[in-house]
């Protein structure tokens, strides 16, 4: 996240220098940005944004593997500033979905342990287990973002960011097991289980945000600063995710 704050501030200069104008001498002279038409601008009502998932930090007992992602969609209103168009608040609604995938490895959600297990199936070759393992969790999220856009008169052809927060409220978390295969490797029976529960995990969230972007397309990245499993449930882990944002309306 520090990363992408800092890209978002080295955008944020360059697109605020370039967009001074000139007077007929050739000097530099201030726009009022106070004074301009935002009829047709695409306010970024819409979000939708497909991003790589992980865990930080993960622990040496935690094996995930293959491409961890994430799908996010939010309806969104923009409040421009008056004394500067330029700058906007966005907030809004929507749901996020995560999946994360795992290496011969079972977060086993359902048990009646007071911590939550992991179970490594990469070197048992007595137990049955499924052959593939993934934990997908689900979230109400009401996002809000500091905006910044260089030409809010034609914003669908200019350079833009932000940075915010989201709040969420968990839905679901369940695990899918796909492929029964026993200790051997050998496939018994081709078929999905799905184990539902949210005792492990914190009911709310809490996560910063970052936008770069062009017109209706942008990079995103998002850290949750509260941790996903409960305080002496299982290790403190703070899912990241990192992607690409299409825009608009």
């Known amino acids: 996240m520090k990363q992408i704050a800092l890209l978002f501030s080295a955008v944020l200069l360059i697109v605020a220098t370039s967009s001074a104008q000139t007077d007929s001498t050739g000097k530099k002279k201030k726009k009022d940005w106070s004074k301009i038409s935002l009829n047709n601008r695409a306010n970024d009502h819409f979000l939708l944004q497909l991003g790589y998932d992980g865990w930080a930090p993960l622990p040496d007992s935690i094996r995930t593997k293959g491409f961890s992602h994430s799908v996010n969609v939010y309806f969104m209103l923009d409040m421009p500033f008056k004394t500067d168009q330029r700058f906007s608040v ?11 995938k795992f290496d011969n490895q079972q977060p086993n959600i ?59 409220l968990l839905l679901n978390v369940h695990t899918r097991g796909k492929t029964l295969v ?9 078929y999905t289980e799905k184990e539902s529960s949210k005792n492990f995990f914190n009911g709310t969230r809490l996560a910063g945000t970052a936008r770069v972007g062009y017109g209706h397309v942008s990079l995103f990245g998002q850290y949750a600063i509260t941790a996903f499993i409960k305080d002496g449930r299982g290790p403190v882990i703070h899912p990241y995710s990192i992607g690409i944002t299409f825009s608009g309306l």
């Open 90 to 100: 966005g907030i809004g609604l929507g749901i996020s979905g995560s999946s994360i």
């Open 110 to 168: 359902i048990a009646l342990s007071n911590t939550l297990p992991f179970t490594d199936y990469s070197s048992n070759t007595s137990a049955n287990h499924f052959k593939k393992y993934k934990l997908v969790s689900t979230y109400l999220e009401a996002p809000i973002e500091l905006r910044f856009v260089g030409d809010p008169e034609n914003s669908d052809r200019s350079w833009k960011a932000s940075v915010g927060v989201k709040a969420g």
């Open 182 to 190: 026993n200790g051997a490797g050998t496939t018994i029976n081709n």
